[in-house]
């Protein structure tokens, strides 16, 4: 069975850090690029980082830029991203994607999200 899970989400103060996972299985990860979503409620879901299949290309939505890192580490079939000095305004639920190789193509497998909440 082709599934892609996410964790690591929670409640956490501004200023906090959490770190979430994408874990495959059943899906050939290195021949994936991983994209990070997040929807927060009534707003449009949004990509927050993508890492390509090699890992050489990352991109990061602007306001994710020096706080969120994605790492992928194809021996554990699990995609990361850190995400450092939270504000409220990344609350939402974050979804991980798998696409073919590279950041710019299409979605083809989701996972079902986890709930990241920034809140004091």
């Known amino acids: 069975q082709l599934q892609l899970v996410e964790s690591g989400g929670g409640l956490v103060q501004p200023g906090g850090s959490l770190r979430l996972s994408c874990a495959a299985s059943g899906l050939n990860l290195p021949n994936y690029a991983i994209g990070w979503f997040r929807q927060a409620p009534g707003k449009e879901r949004e990509g927050v980082s993508c890492i390509s299949s090699s890992g050489a290309t990352i991109n990061y939505l602007d306001s994710a830029k020096g706080r969120f890192v994605i790492s992928r580490d194809n021996a554990k079939n699990t995609v990361y991203l850190q995400m450092n000095s939270l504000k409220p305004e990344d609350t939402g639920i974050y979804y991980c994607?798998?696409?073919?190789?590279?950041?710019?193509?299409?979605?083809?497998?989701w996972g079902q999200g986890t709930q990241v909440t920034v809140s004091s």
């Open positions: 994607a798998a696409k073919n190789y590279h950041c710019a193509r299409t979605e083809s497998y």
